[in-house]
C-alpha cells in the first residue's frame, strides 16, 4: 500500500470508526481515549525539567508503559531520545536504557541525567573556573542582540572550558548552562527571549526594539547554581548515578542503530518526528552553537519531511530496525500526533497503525495491539478520533502499541 493509499485510507473514514474501533486491512484495533496520566505539570522527577525540548513528551509518557509493560531490570529504549525522557525514567524505575538521536545535542542533555552530580561537586567545580579571561568579541560570532558584552564574555570562557573538560560535573554544568542560552526571565542569560525556541537574531533585534531595551548584564555562574539546585532538588543521586552505568547513549540514525544488540530490549517508547511540524535544527541553533555541533550537517541528518510518502518510508525503515532490537514478545509504543497535510488534520495513529498492516512496510512484523489517547479533560471525546478544536499542532498524545510477533 502507498502512502497515498494510506492516506486515502485514513481520510476515507475507513481509519476511524465511532466505537473506538480502527478498521485496518487485517481487522480491527481497539482506540481507548482516556486520561491515562495525569494532566498536571511537572509531577515526575526535577531531573525531567531541567531542559525544554521541541516536541519532548511528559515522562508520565515512558511511566506509563515501563511499569505496565516491564520489570526491574528489562531494558527500554528510545530511538528518538530527545532529551532523554524515556532514558531517564528506566533509570529511575531501575530499567536499563539505551537512548539514541541523531543529534549530537540529545547527548549531551540526556546523559548528564542519569549520571547526576551534586549541588555541592558543581559549585565546588564553578568556583574553580576563571570566566574573566578577556576575549576579543570582534572575533566571535555576533550574538549581541542575545546577550550583554560581559555575559557574553563569560559564555564564551565557559564554552572554551567545557571544549577540554568533560568529567560528570563538567557535563552537568554543560546541560544546565544549555537551559539558561535564552528565555523570559532574569533567570536566563539573554535578553527577553524564548525559553523553548532558538528565535533568529533578526527576531530577538525586534523584540529589543519593540521592548524599548538592550541586553543587560546577566552573571552565568550563579543562574547555573540556581536551574541546577531546582534539577536536583528531588533527591535519588547517589541511587541514580550508580545506576547510570546502566544507561547508554547513542549519536545516529533510527534506521541503524549499530550499537544496540539484536533482540536485546524489552520495550521501546518513542517519538518520531511529526513529517516536518518541528524544525529541530533551526528551533537549537543557539544549543547547537554553544556545543559547537555544525547545523549544516544536522539538516541532512534530520528526517523532517513534509512529505508523507517519505515520512512513511522513514517510520517503516526505522521499525525494520526496531524489529531487529526487540526481544521476540517485546513492545513498542510510539506516540504521534495529529499534523495538518494538504488541508486536511491527520491523525499520525492511523496512518501507523495502517502502515504496520501494510506488507510493503512493515512485512508484518509487528502486531498493534492497541491505541491510545490521552486526552485531557477537557478535550476528552472531542479530540479522541477526529480534533475539532486544534487548528494548527498536535495537543494530545496518540500512541499506537505494538508487539513483535
Ligand atoms: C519528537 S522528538 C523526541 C522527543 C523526546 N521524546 C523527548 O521527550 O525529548 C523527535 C526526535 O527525533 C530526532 N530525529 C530526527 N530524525 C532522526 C533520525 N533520522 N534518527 C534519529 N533521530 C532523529 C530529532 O532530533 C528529535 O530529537
Given at each position: 500500500m502507498s502512502a497515498q493509499a494510506l492516506l486515502k485510507n485514513v481520510l476515507n473514514g475507513s481509519g476511524t470508526h465511532e466505537s473506538g474501533l480502527l478498521m485496518t486491512p487485517y481487522g480491527s484495533v481497539n482506540k481507548t481515549c482516556d486520561e491515562f496520566w495525569t494532566a498536571k505539570q511537572r509531577q515526575l522527577h526535577s531531573l525531567h525539567y531541567a531542559n525544554s525540548y521541541r516536541a519532548s513528551f511528559k515522562p508520565e509518557l515512558p511511566d506509563f508503559f515501563i511499569k505496565k509493560l516491564t520489570n526491574p531490570g528489562d531494558t527500554?529504549?528510545?530511538?528518538?531520545?530527545?532529551?532523554?525522557?524515556?532514558?531517564?525514567?528506566?533509570?529511575?524505575?531501575?530499567?536499563?536504557?539505551?537512548?539514541?538521536?541523531?543529534?549530537?545535542?540529545?547527548?549531551?542533555?540526556?546523559?548528564?541525567?542519569?549520571?547526576?552530580?551534586?549541588?555541592?561537586?558543581?559549585?565546588?567545580r564553578l568556583a574553580e573556573i576563571d570566566l574573566s579571561h578577556n576575549i576579543d568579541l570582534t572575533c566571535e560570532e555576533d550574538m549581541s542582540m542575545f546577550y550583554h558584552p560581559e555575559t557574553y564574555r563569560e559564555l564564551i570562557?565557559?564554552?572554551?572550558?567545557?571544549?577540554?573538560?568533560?568529567?560528570?560535573?563538567?557535563?552537568?554544568?554543560?546541560?544546565?548552562?544549555?537551559?539558561?542560552?535564552?528565555?523570559?526571565?532574569?533567570?536566563?542569560?539573554?535578553?527577553?527571549?524564548?525559553?523553548?525556541?532558538?528565535?533568529?537574531?533578526?527576531?530577538?533585534?525586534?523584540?529589543?526594539?519593540?521592548?524599548?531595551?538592550e541586553p543587560d548584564y546577566r552573571e552565568v555562574k550563579s543562574r547555573i547554581i540556581k536551574k541546577a539546585r531546582t534539577s536536583l532538588k528531588s533527591g535519588n543521586i547517589e541511587e541514580l548515578r550508580s545506576w547510570g552505568r546502566h544507561q547508554r547513549l547513542t549519536t545516529g540514525d533510527s534506521r541503524n542503530l549499530m550499537d544496540w544488540a539484536s533482540e536485546s530490549v524489552d520495550l521501546v517508547v518513542t517519538s518520531p518526528p511529526f513529517l516536518n511540524q518541528v524544525d529541530y535544527v533551526q528551533d537549537t541553533w543557539i544549543e547547537s552553537w554553544f556545543c559547537d555541533i555544525p547545523t549544516e550537517d544536522l539538516e541532512n541528518k534530520i528526517v523532517q519531511t513534509p512529505d508523507l510518502e517519505k515520512w512513511a518510508q522513514f517510520i517503516s525503515d526505522t521499525m525494520t530496525e526496531l524489529h531487529r532490537v526487540v526481544k521476540k514478545g517485546g513492545f513498542v509504543?510510539?506516540?504521534?500526533?495529529?499534523?495538518?497535510?494538504?488541508?486536511?488534520?491527520?491523525?499520525?495513529?492511523?496512518?501507523?497503525?495502517?502502515?504496520?498492516?501494510?506488507?510493503?512496510?512493515?512485512?508484518?512484523?509487528?502486531?498493534?495491539?492497541?491505541?491510545?489517547?490521552?486526552?485531557?479533560?477537557?478535550?476528552?471525546?472531542?479530540?479522541?478520533?477526529?480534533?475539532?478544536?486544534?487548528?494548527?499542532?498536535?495537543?494530545?498524545?496518540?500512541?499506537?502499541?505494538?508487539?513483535?510477533i
Open positions: 527500554v529504549g528510545d530511538p528518538f531520545g530527545g532529551r532523554g525522557t524515556t532514558v531517564l525514567q528506566a533509570a529511575l524505575l531501575k530499567r536499563k536504557g539505551l537512548s539514541n538521536d541523531v543529534n549530537p545535542l540529545s547527548e549531551r542533555l540526556a546523559y548528564p541525567k542519569v549520571n547526576p552530580v551534586t549541588v555541592g561537586e558543581l559549585e565546588e570562557n565557559l564554552r572554551n572550558y567545557l571544549r577540554h573538560h568533560r568529567d560528570n560535573i563538567d557535563r552537568f554544568i554543560e546541560m544546565t548552562a544549555l537551559s539558561r542560552l535564552h528565555g523570559h526571565s532574569n533567570g536566563f542569560f539573554s535578553a527577553y527571549s524564548f525559553p523553548q525556541i532558538s528565535i533568529p537574531k533578526s527576531n530577538q533585534a525586534k523584540i529589543n526594539k519593540t521592548r524599548g531595551a509504543a510510539m506516540e504521534v500526533g495529529e499534523v495538518r497535510y494538504q488541508g486536511e488534520l491527520l491523525n499520525l495513529d492511523e496512518i501507523l497503525v495502517n502502515l504496520t498492516a501494510s506488507k510493503k512496510y512493515n512485512l508484518g512484523q509487528f502486531k498493534v495491539n492497541e491505541v491510545l489517547v490521552q486526552s485531557q479533560q477537557f478535550t476528552k471525546l472531542a479530540n479522541c478520533f477526529k480534533v475539532t478544536n486544534n487548528k494548527l499542532g498536535t495537543n494530545t498524545n496518540r500512541i499506537v502499541l505494538m508487539e513483535k
